[in-house]
Each structure stands twice: as structure tokens, then as C-alpha cells.
């Protein structure tokens, strides 16, 4: 009933930035937790960034904090993660997802390829 869909992935150099978006649709996502994931080639996929419904309360992974803000536009039913001082590790594909009940994801997107060259 929630079909997101991810968009803003590309090539990028080391110490640039990108920013995803993930665009919900079917059902208005302003009460969703939402978040980021990623998942590098041969690794398992792994958390990266959450944000609750209200928008006022966040979480990263230790690798990106600092570096990766998540933030949502609820009138736009769209989430977003700017990436900042990108590294050759954060190549990955970036899913994004949201879950409305405790901690789990109900739905996903189909995932975006960020990948930064050195």
C-alpha cells in the first residue's frame, strides 16, 4: 500500500556530495518511521540513517555522522538524505524504507547506485 521510490543516485568523486530523495506514494507517509540503508558489493545491508514521523528525531550510523543529514518534506511525502564528503566506502545501493509499527520496515524502495570514485 506504500511504494516508494528512490532517485538522485550517480557517480561522484571523493569529497563531493549527492542528495537522494525517496518519493512515497499510495498512502500519505507522515506518521512512517523512515530510513536510509545500504549495501556495498559482497557486504550485508546495513543501517545508515532514521528519521521519525515528526522529523524532530533522527539517527545515523556512526560512519556517516557528520556527513549525512536525513530530513522529510511530509507535505511533499518525500524523504531525503544529503550526503556530504562522500568516501569510496559509501558506495553502495541506497534503499530507502518505512515501517509504521516499533522498529521494523514494511516497505521498500528499489534502491538507488551511489558510487564514489577515489
Known amino acids: 500500500q506504500v511504494q516508494l521510490v528512490e532517485s538522485g543516485g550517480g557517480l561522484v568523486q571523493a569529497g563531493g556530495s549527492l542528495k537522494l530523495s525517496c518519493a512515497a506514494s499510495?498512502?500519505?507517509?507522515?506518521?512512517?518511521?523512515m530510513g536510509w540503508f545500504r549495501q556495498a558489493p559482497g557486504k550485508e545491508r546495513e543501517f545508515v540513517a532514521v528519521i521519525g514521523g515528526s522529523g524532530t528525531s533522527t539517527g545515523y550510523a556512526n560512519s556517516v555522522k557528520g556527513r549525512f543529514t536525513i530530513s522529510r518534506d511530509n507535505a511533499k511525502n518525500t524523504l531525503y538524505l544529503q550526503m556530504n564528503s562522500l568516501k569510496p566506502d559509501d558506495t553502495a545501493v541506497y534503499y530507502c524504507?518505512?515501517?509504521?509499527?516499533?522498529?521494523?520496515?514494511?516497505?521498500w524502495g528499489q534502491g538507488t547506485q551511489v558510487t564514489v570514485s577515489s
Open positions: 499510495g498512502r500519505t507517509v507522515g506518521t512512517y518511521r
Open positions: 524504507a518505512a515501517g509504521l509499527y516499533g522498529l521494523q520496515y514494511e516497505f
